[in-house]
């Protein structure tokens, strides 16, 4: 969910609006065909889609400003701060959070490092991530800025 509440807050909501009417898909990609591909993101365009894909308004409206919807963002921005998602994109590789966008070439050492370590721990690739990144006592997701502690 919200990695950008200033900009995407209200097309969340109304996503999730959408979504209470069967119509969640339909809705996501009129939003990023006609609001984020045109950096336009008000209440206009937002009702301008709603109608396009033919939701009931009174209940769209109602939803996207109802409780239900705000606790499901809620929801979401918590799961996020447990993973220490604050960007976009985000990845985890082998349990190592990357965020932001990175070149390629730092995408591969990230993914080179990883595969030797998996592969010089004589797990199956199968297994690994259940053995060795889990199974291992690390139960939180760390990125660079939260590192695991010394001696552990």
């Known amino acids: 969910?919200?990695?950008?509440?200033?900009?995407?807050?209200?097309?969340?909501?109304?996503?999730?609006?959408?979504?209470?009417?069967?119509?969640?898909?339909?809705?996501?990609?009129?939003?990023?065909?006609?609001?984020?591909?045109?950096?336009?993101?008000?209440?206009?365009?937002?009702?301008?889609?709603?109608?396009?894909?033919?939701?009931?308004?009174?209940?769209?409206?109602?939803?996207?400003?109802?409780?239900?919807?705000?606790?499901?963002?809620?929801?979401?921005?918590?799961?996020?701060?447990?993973?220490?998602v604050n960007s976009t994109p985000s990845f985890f590789i082998n349990g190592q959070h990357v965020g932001g966008a990175l070149p390629k070439e730092s995408f591969k050492q990230v993914i080179d490092e990883k595969l030797k370590v998996a592969e010089a721990s004589g797990t199956t690739g199968a297994e690994y991530y259940d053995k060795e990144i889990m199974g291992k006592g690390e139960k939180q997701f760390r990125s660079k800025k939260d590192p695991k502690p010394a001696g552990h």
Do not use: Y
Request: aromatic fraction near 10%; include cysteine.
């Open 1 to 84: 969910m919200v990695v950008h509440p200033q900009v995407v807050t209200k097309a969340h909501l109304a996503g999730c609006a959408a979504g209470k009417q069967g119509k969640f898909a339909e809705f996501k990609n009129q939003w990023w065909e006609k609001a984020f591909a045109n950096r336009k993101f008000d209440d206009d365009v937002i009702n301008e889609i709603a109608k396009s894909i033919g939701l009931d308004m009174t209940k769209f409206k109602a939803d996207w400003d109802g409780e239900d919807c705000k606790k499901l963002l809620a929801d979401d921005a918590n799961e996020l701060q447990k993973f220490h």
